[in-house]
């Protein structure tokens, strides 16, 4: 790249564009206080003209056209005065210090979130429908309600309706965030944007466009945001007031004098540089203490939100756990079987088979015996209910429980009550019958996460109560609740995205400040409208990442407790920095008052200030771990 095209590149930058000119202006003000000149000029003109002159331009705007009474307004009667009077070193410092501040903030905030417009791509542009035997393809958007659709294995569901005819396994992981496919068959519902994994199904169309399902979330993700409170510089905050207060004092100050230095000296001292500086180099200091350790913050003011949560609410699945199902338990029901041998059996039959809960079960095998397995002969599955297959001279089925029954599998109700144990801690339960009778069963969960409970218990002495919303049934969700350490008062189950916007809602009516940590897409409106979302990054869907204000790019939770510390620890900081860099003003105020200051000193020591909140937000970057990532 040539040194022109280099240039142009950066000029085209905005950041990069303002931190040339800082630079620029440092230098030149640099040499303008050692009265290095060019041409007789004082090189303090460089700053003024490249920092000062966007202050003023902006607070005249805003005072002519908004009435917008800002902190910029100060810094620009400082300037224009302090150049009347020839402090043009004074006048060029305020301008660069003032620009630095406006730039650390802008760093903060992150402008280039994403939005999630598309969400509306996992809904299919075409779908199949069905009239009078005959097939043909059409927008989806076109579907009316009561068509009949056609959804072959593999293709996304393109509108909410019931099963007609068919059976399947559908992925509902995209809305529900369970990663186990739901079976389905004639007079289920299924929603649109869930994936159809092995057969062939018709549905009748009952929600269609804007009603559907998938529809109804991009919504609710675009609007989630709209009531979330926004935190302004308190430099502009507080603007009118110190304007006010300035001007006064110089006023006074100067008809009690007669001399207009120390009138100028106290706009000069007045002017809000550490104070403006006060909130983004503690909140910058944070967010790079945090990416250390593994965590975006996407939002300039995220950790400021999450020093005042009361509550964090965790999704289950990918959040607090693994997201894959997992054996958990094997049972015999026949004396002339091991749990070995049943496990084993079972295996040999899924090996064909590419439905996750197969997947698991040959997962649960030793690494030898997994190497080893023989392939089945006369494999069959039906898709949504089980697989078949002869071995060893054996009638072997796999599957649901209602499936075997409908076969004509024998022992069905001993099956049913063993499996009820299992079935009441969440596990889902797969069973296997041979030679026409129930021999037993294999239990698969997802796995939690390690520590869990360790987090649980940080998050607590830090006052902030954990509770879980999940999209799974209220029996896993108590299960897991107790694994985790999370008091049943504080589970949700059965929640759709709709019942954990409407729950956080609810909460925030209360005033509590809730935090919401989650993975999947089906968490993106919730992580939208939370206090604070923060998302699984590793595992976490697009869309959650992108509506959430802080991500964990390792998905490990553990670090939460931390973020919470280290975010308080923060807003202590810039407490600490407010109180200082006002009380340097106040000081500065009254010896410019009593004349024992003049411009160019009352800049260097009021902006001393700003160097002190500077290297005291920097000890915000050695933040120790402690306890809270040991398991």
């Given at each position: 790249?040539?040194?022109?095209?280099?240039?142009?590149?950066?000029?085209?930058?905005?950041?990069?564009?303002?931190?040339?000119?800082?630079?620029?202006?440092?230098?030149?003000?640099?040499?303008?206080?050692?009265?290095?000149?060019?041409?007789?000029?004082?090189?303090?003109?460089?700053?003024?003209?490249?920092?000062?002159?966007?202050?003023?331009?902006?607070?005249?705007?805003?005072?002519?056209?908004?009435?917008?009474?800002?902190?910029?307004?100060?810094?620009?009667?400082?300037?224009?005065?302090?150049?009347?009077?020839?402090?043009?070193?004074?006048?060029?410092?305020?301008?660069?210090?003032?620009?630095?501040?406006?730039?650390?903030?802008?760093?903060?905030?992150?402008?280039?979130?994403?939005?999630?417009?598309?969400?509306?791509?996992?809904?299919?542009?075409?779908?199949?429908?069905?009239?009078?035997?005959?097939?043909?393809?059409?927008?989806?958007?076109?579907?009316?309600?009561?068509?009949?659709?056609?959804?072959?294995?593999?293709?996304?569901?393109?509108?909410?309706?019931?099963?007609?005819?068919?059976?399947?396994?559908?992925?509902?992981?995209?809305?529900?965030?369970?990663?186990?496919?739901?079976?389905?068959?004639?007079?289920?519902?299924?929603?649109?944007?869930?994936?159809?994994?092995?057969?062939?199904?018709?549905?009748?169309?009952?929600?269609?466009?804007?009603?559907?399902?998938?529809?109804?979330?991009?919504?609710?993700?675009?609007?989630?945001?709209?009531?979330?409170?926004?935190?302004?510089?308190?430099?502009?905050?507080?603007?009118?007031?110190?304007?006010?207060?300035?001007?006064?004092?110089?006023?006074?100050?100067?008809?009690?004098?007669?001399?207009?230095?120390?009138?100028?000296?106290?706009?000069?001292?007045?002017?809000?540089?550490?104070?403006?500086?006060?909130?983004?180099?503690?909140?910058?200091?944070?967010?790079?203490?945090?990416?250390?350790?593994?965590?975006?913050?996407?939002?300039?003011?995220?950790?400021?939100?999450?020093?005042?949560?009361?509550?964090?609410?965790?999704?289950?699945?990918?959040?607090?756990?693994?997201?894959?199902?997992?054996?958990?338990?094997?049972?015999?029901?026949?004396?002339?079987?091991?749990?070995?041998?049943?496990?084993?059996?079972?295996?040999?039959?899924?090996?064909?088979?590419?439905?996750?809960?197969?997947?698991?079960?040959?997962?649960?095998?030793?690494?030898?015996?997994?190497?080893?397995?023989?392939?089945?002969?006369?494999?069959?599955?039906?898709?949504?209910?089980?697989?078949?297959?002869?071995?060893?001279?054996?009638?072997?089925?796999?599957?649901?429980?209602?499936?075997?029954?409908?076969?004509?599998?024998?022992?069905?109700?001993?099956?049913?009550?063993?499996?009820?144990?299992?079935?009441?801690?969440?596990?889902?339960?797969?069973?296997?019958?041979?030679?026409?009778?129930?021999?037993g069963f294999m239990a698969l969960s997802d796995a939690m996460r390690p520590g869990i409970a360790n987090v649980m218990r940080n998050l607590e002495k830090q006052?902030?109560?954990?509770?879980?919303?999940?999209?799974?049934?209220?029996?896993?969700?108590?299960?897991?609740?107790?694994?985790?350490?999370?008091?049943?008062?504080?589970?949700?189950?059965?929640?759709?995205?709709?019942?954990?916007?409407?729950?956080?809602?609810?909460?925030?009516?209360?005033?509590?400040?809730?935090?919401?940590?989650?993975?999947?897409?089906?968490?993106?409106?919730?992580?939208?409208?939370?206090?604070?979302?923060?998302?699984?990054?590793?595992?976490?869907?697009?869309?959650?990442?992108?509506?959430?204000?802080?991500?964990?790019?390792?998905?490990?939770?553990?670090?939460?407790?931390?973020?919470?510390?280290?975010?308080?620890?923060?807003?202590?900081?810039?407490?600490?920095?407010?109180?200082?860099?006002?009380?340097?003003?106040?000081?500065?105020?009254?010896?410019?008052?009593?004349?024992?200051?003049?411009?160019?000193?009352?800049?260097?020591?009021?902006?001393?200030?700003?160097?002190?909140?500077?290297?005291?937000?920097?000890?915000?970057?050695?933040?120790?771990?402690?306890?809270?990532?040991?398991?």
């Amino acid at each position: 790249m040539s040194p022109l095209s280099f240039m142009h590149a950066v000029w085209q930058d905005e950041p990069r564009r303002q931190i040339v000119l800082i630079v620029v202006s440092a230098i030149a003000l640099l040499l303008g206080f050692f009265d290095i000149t060019v041409s007789g000029i004082d090189l303090s003109w460089v700053a003024i003209l490249l920092c000062g002159t966007p202050i003023v331009i902006e607070a005249a705007i805003g005072l002519i056209t908004r009435f917008d009474v800002k902190a910029d307004l100060l810094v620009s009667l400082a300037l224009i005065a302090s150049v009347i009077i020839g402090e043009y070193f004074a006048a060029g410092e305020v301008a660069v210090i003032m620009q630095l501040g406006a730039l650390l903030e802008e760093m903060t905030v992150a402008k280039a979130r994403k939005g999630i417009e598309r969400l509306a791509s996992l809904a299919p542009e075409t779908a199949r429908v069905i009239s009078s035997g005959t097939e043909r393809i059409i927008p989806a958007s076109e579907v009316k309600k009561g068509e009949t659709i056609r959804v072959n294995p593999g293709e996304t569901v393109p509108v909410d309706g019931e099963i007609l005819s068919g059976s399947t396994s559908v992925d509902e992981s995209v809305l529900t965030g369970e990663p186990i496919p739901v079976d389905k068959a004639a007079g289920d519902h299924v929603m649109s944007g869930s994936i159809n994994r092995f057969g062939v199904f018709e549905l009748r169309a009952d929600a269609v466009g804007e009603s559907s399902t998938i529809a109804r979330m991009a919504k609710l993700v675009e609007s989630a945001d709209a009531s979330r409170a926004k935190i302004v510089r308190l430099a502009d905050r507080w603007a009118t007031w110190i304007v006010a207060s300035a001007l006064s004092m110089a006023f006074i100050t100067w008809l009690a004098t007669g001399e207009e230095i120390r009138a100028v000296t106290i706009l000069v001292v007045f002017c809000p540089c550490a104070l403006v500086l006060a909130t983004p180099t503690a909140v910058m200091a944070a967010i790079g203490c945090a990416t250390k350790r593994g965590v975006l913050v996407r939002e300039g003011d995220a950790l400021e939100r999450l020093a005042e949560i009361d509550r964090a609410a965790f999704d289950k699945t990918g959040t607090l756990t693994t997201g894959e199902p997992t054996l958990c338990g094997v049972k015999s029901l026949s004396s002339a079987y091991t749990e070995s041998d049943i496990l084993r059996l079972a295996a040999i039959a899924e090996k064909p088979s590419s439905h996750p809960l197969g997947r698991a079960i040959i997962r649960g095998l030793k690494d030898a015996e997994r190497a080893q397995l023989p392939n089945p002969n006369d494999f069959k599955m039906e898709s949504g209910s089980g697989v078949s297959a002869r071995i060893e001279g054996r009638a072997v089925a796999v599957g649901r429980l209602s499936w075997l029954k409908r076969i004509g599998a024998v022992g069905i109700e001993e099956a049913q009550s063993a499996a009820a144990v299992f079935e009441a801690e969440g596990a889902t339960t797969v069973f296997i019958a041979l030679d026409g009778t129930v021999a037993g069963f294999m239990a698969l969960s997802d796995a939690m996460r390690p520590g869990i409970a360790n987090v649980m218990r940080n998050l607590e002495k830090q006052n902030v109560s954990p509770m879980l919303m999940t999209g799974d049934h209220k029996e896993a969700a108590e299960h897991v609740a107790k694994e985790a350490g999370i008091d049943e008062r504080f589970v949700d189950a059965g929640c759709m995205p709709e019942d954990k916007l409407r729950r956080l809602e609810s909460l925030e009516r209360a005033t509590i400040r809730t935090a919401m940590v989650g993975d999947g897409i089906n968490d993106a409106p919730a992580l939208k409208r939370a206090w604070v979302g923060i998302a699984m990054g590793g595992i976490g869907s697009d869309f959650a990442v992108n509506a959430a204000d802080i991500v964990l790019v390792r998905d490990d939770i553990r670090v939460i407790p931390w973020l919470v510390r280290l975010s308080r620890r923060m807003m202590r900081m810039i407490r600490f920095n407010i109180t200082l860099a006002m009380g340097i003003n106040f000081l500065a105020i009254i010896l410019a008052a009593l004349g024992l200051m003049g411009p160019v000193l009352g800049a260097l020591v009021h902006n001393a200030g700003s160097v002190i909140v500077i290297l005291n937000s920097a000890r915000l970057l050695r933040t120790p771990a402690e306890e809270d990532q040991k398991s």
